[in-house]
């Protein structure tokens, strides 16, 4: 649907190391969306958000837009609406500042818009499903709050596995801290893979952090449908693995 698209990078890690060759890992895509706009696909089923990052970051997009299986984003002129059995995570970079080297990124701000909900590329505005908007945001600011999730992680080992991104960002909203600090590596390369590892202890920290621009609304009485989670703070940086990472006890 962009201009730029991901041909063949089925490893997001290696992505982020770097390994995107014209021809080979991206390639000119249709351009539908026109040249703002970056579209990614099976998104959080296949933890894609780490792949998308470094591509915006390399070619200069500042919004991205990573959809899920099951799930349409339809575009209205400037406005988005995501349908379907899942939802989309939108990547907004207007404001992000980027260190030279392996993906180095602060203040990405990280939004999930949920089967109902909008957002206008114009205005860079999200707009939630009206049932959840009718409920009210979950009142994580409030002194008190207490979390309604059964299971808190204090951390997540692979940040880019399936659906992680999204788990991550469930918690940020509604769990007990204000921040969830997530991992991204290859413990091992496959022998078969296309591309030697060209950093093999590289791996990357992601940090979601919920501030004074970040709003969140639960799903409690709707049938299928997920939270949804408007400008959460992003910071990506690069950090080095030991080799071997484990040992026996």
């Not at 997001?12 to 390994?19: H, L």
């Not at 919004?63 to 400037?78: M, W, Y």
């Not at 004074?212 to 409690?220: K, L, V």
Request: hydrophobic share 40%; glycine share 10%.
């Amino acid at each position: 649907m962009s201009s730029t698209m991901f041909r063949d990078a089925l490893n997001p890690v290696q992505v982020m190391k770097g390994v995107m060759r014209d021809g080979k890992e991206i390639d000119r895509g249709l351009g539908f969306v026109g040249d703002q706009l970056f579209i990614d696909q099976h998104f959080l089923k296949r933890g894609r958000v780490g792949r998308m990052l470094a591509l915006m970051l390399a070619k200069g997009y500042k919004v991205g837009l990573g959809v899920d299986e099951n799930t349409a984003a339809i575009i209205h002129g400037s406005e988005i609406e995501i349908v379907g059995g899942s939802g989309a995570l939108l990547l907004d970079l207007r404001q992000a500042t980027q260190e030279a080297g392996p993906v180095n990124v602060r203040n990405v701000r990280i939004s999930y818009l949920d089967n109902g909900d909008r957002y206008d590329l114009a205005k860079l505005k999200g707009q939630v499903l009206a049932a959840k908007q009718a409920r009210g945001e979950i009142k994580f600011r409030q002194p008190g709050f207490v979390s309604d999730l059964e299971y808190i992680r204090p951390a997540y080992t692979d940040i880019l596995g399936e659906n992680t991104i999204l788990r991550a960002l469930t918690q940020l909203v509604d769990g007990p801290r204000d921040h969830i600090r997530g991992l991204a590596f290859d413990l091992e390369q496959l022998p078969d893979a296309p591309v030697a590892d060209p950093a093999p202890e590289l791996g990357f920290e992601f940090m979601l952090r919920r501030d004074e621009r970040t709003h969140g609304w639960d799903n409690e009485g709707l049938d299928n449908n997920d939270y949804s989670i408007f400008d959460a703070r992003l910071d990506v940086r690069p950090v080095r693995l030991k080799t071997p990472f484990y040992q026996a006890w």
